[in-house]
């Protein structure tokens, strides 16, 4: 089965410090989304782009996160300068689109936490 | 986006059907509805999509009636294994936003 890659798989780094999470779509998907779990909020959708371009990124902190896609194998999320509060689990997840049968498919995210 | 509402949680037993009603009152023409699966350490699944009447697949059913106002994930037969939190999204374009789901427990 195709599968969305995201590294790192966890990652604890301490405040102010600079996070990079990379997600490889699965080939040919030509929409991306970035989203965050915690237990208060349950899935937030971050941003997202179609055809590398991003579409929609309303509910990212805009003064400290950032997302982009070099490329079509390659989404980033970026958080500058890294707080106690962003510590969630990311989602990356990739499709064609809302009306395919196959729906979306996530990646097994990265566990960040920021002491 | 249609608001949705689902229970907050439920438990069966193993080898019972299992039926989770979504709320969708505000639905549009054109949205779909869409389950996703979640278990523990894990991202979301799809599991199933539809858009009017009855829809089947290898693991659930979608029960949609005309007026599109509610639908019903049915889990046929559910086991251990089927302990997750399962969520109702309704929508036309690429956006897809989550709720907080349905947490599901099955037990022995």
């Known amino acids: 089965d195709a599968r969305v890659t995201q590294t790192p798989r966890h990652k604890v780094t301490e405040m102010g410090q600079e996070v990079t999470m990379r997600c490889q779509p699965i080939l040919g998907h030509n929409t991306v989304f970035w989203y965050r779990q915690t237990m208060m909020q349950g899935l937030e959708l971050l941003a997202y782009?179609?055809?590398?371009?991003?579409?929609?990124d309303s509910g990212m902190p805009k003064d400290r996160f950032s997302a982009e896609m070099p490329d079509a194998t390659l989404a980033t999320l970026k958080i500058q300068p890294s707080e106690p509060r962003d510590s969630a689990v990311y989602f990356c997840?990739?499709?064609?689109?809302?009306?395919?049968?196959?729906?979306?498919?996530f990646g097994s995210g990265t566990r960040l936490t920021v002491v | 986006l249609a608001k949705t509402t689902q229970p907050i949680s439920m438990d069966s037993y193993e080898g019972q059907e299992v039926n989770i009603t979504c709320s969708h009152n505000?639905?549009?023409?054109?949205?779909?509805i869409t389950w996703y699966q979640q278990f523990p350490s894990q991202g979301p699944r799809f599991i199933i999509q539809?858009?009017?009447t009855k829809v089947t697949n290898e693991v659930a059913s979608l029960f949609i009636p005309a007026d599109r106002k509610s639908s019903t994930l049915s889990l046929p037969r559910v086991s251990l294994s089927d302990t997750a939190v399962y969520y109702c999204l309704v929508g036309s374009g690429d956006k897809i936003i989550f709720g907080k789901g349905t947490r599901l427990h099955i037990l022995p």
């Open positions: 997840a990739s499709g064609q689109s809302l009306a395919s049968s196959y729906g979306y498919t």
């Open positions: 782009f179609r055809n590398r371009a991003p579409l929609d």
């Open positions: 505000n639905i549009a023409t054109n949205d779909y």
């Open positions: 539809g858009y009017k």
